[in-house]
């Protein structure tokens, strides 16, 4: 029988992410990544019952 290693969200999951307004542009936006390693853009919330984006 194959004894398979459990991977963990939090550990397969970066941890450092970038979060930029709503309304940078996103050629701006990609300019201001501080975290060069990440292939994605998170774009904050407009109010409390908003939800992230994801570029």
């Known amino acids: 029988m194959n004894s398979?290693?459990?991977?963990c969200v939090q550990d397969v999951l970066r941890h450092d992410s970038?979060?930029?307004?709503?309304?940078?542009?996103?050629?701006?936006?990609?300019?201001?990544?501080?975290?060069?390693?990440?292939?994605?853009l998170i774009f904050d919330?407009?109010?409390d019952n908003d939800e992230y984006s994801v570029v």
């Open 4 to 7: 398979k290693e459990i991977a």
């Open 45 to 47: 919330k407009r109010h």
């Open 18 to 40: 970038d979060i930029i307004s709503r309304m940078t542009m996103i050629s701006d936006a990609l300019l201001q990544m501080e975290h060069l390693k990440n292939k994605m």
